[in-house]
């Protein structure tokens, strides 16, 4: 077998390096291009062989597509903003358990398709966790979708007037991790409720459900009016679920408080 002939062996190194720039283009690799410089700078300062150059190259595209591939999942689940489990304060809340949300962040339970409850009064950080701990998913490459519970209502009797409710709670099915915020918020109509009640029990024991609520389950009464609906909604949110309690005392309120007594 007759050994390749090597074309850039012809090649000044101007040629070679608009061949590279070419190629990275033609095969949509534009870390590859936009750092070859760099590694090769760096290569030649480490003495890297051919195959650790071609290495450190391969891996920073990879890399970068990694990255840009949880921004585009972060960004497709619909967070009204960003919020990050390394900006909690958790010495604000001894409520919540630093070791406890760092284990929800493994995401062990979007694994396994189990909810997750966090209950507590306004200002305690249950949308600032609500939405981390979607993001580290969202990071660990499930997918992920965020809506406030009203928001999620409304679309639902939209769909069902245009005929497309089916349609619409298949596409909630289809995501790894829900995420609903400010549940309890609002009283719902029974129609409503059957609604969302039908979103949880398609993704029961499949694909889990994340919720912030104001209220206590024994409140949940004043959202879904009906007793038995309102029962059958606490069971799949709970049944062999994660609940977390944050507690009574708003942070935001102490640290208004705080801010008022050094001005």
């Known amino acids: 077998m007759s050994q390749p002939r090597l074309r850039s062996r012809a090649m000044t190194e101007q040629a070679a390096q608009a061949a590279v720039d070419q190629a990275c283009r033609a095969l949509r690799l534009p870390t590859i291009r936009a750092r070859v410089d760099e590694i090769a700078a760096a290569g030649q300062r480490e003495q890297l062989s051919y195959w650790g150059f071609l290495a450190e190259l391969l891996l920073a595209e990879c890399d970068d597509r990694d990255r840009r591939r ?3 999942r972060i960004k497709d689940a619909g967070f009204p903003r960003e919020k990050w489990l390394d900006d909690f304060d958790f010495e604000a809340n001894p409520s919540i358990n630093p070791a406890t ?3 929800l962040a493994r995401c062990d339970w979007v694994r396994k398709g189990e909810p997750l ?6 200002g305690t950080g249950k ?11 969202a990071q660990q ?3 992920v979708r965020y809506s406030l519970a009203t928001k999620l209502v409304n ?5 069902a007037d245009e005929r497309q409710l089916a349609r619409t709670i298949t596409r909630y099915g289809r995501v790894d991790l829900l995420c609903i915020d400010e549940l309890g918020y609002m009283e719902l109509d029974r129609r409503g409720a059957e609604m969302l009640f039908q979103v949880l029990t398609e993704r029961e024991e499949t694909a889990s459900v994340a919720i912030a609520s ?3 389950f024994s409140g949940w009464t004043k959202t879904f009016t009906d007793p038995r609906l309102c029962a059958a909604i606490v069971d799949r949110l709970t049944f062999a679920g994660n609940i977390l309690e944050t507690g009574t005392d708003s942070y935001r309120l102490a640290h208004a408080r705080a801010q008022r007594l050094t001005t």
């Open 155 to 159: 679309e639902l009797v939209e769909a």
């Open 117 to 122: 409850c966090l209950i507590g009064d306004s």
């Open 214 to 216: 104001n209220e206590s």
């Open 101 to 103: 949300i760092h284990t």
């Open 141 to 143: 490459g499930f997918r």
């Open 70 to 72: 949880s921004a585009r």
């Open 127 to 137: 949308t600032h966790l609500l939405i981390a701990l979607g993001t580290a998913a």
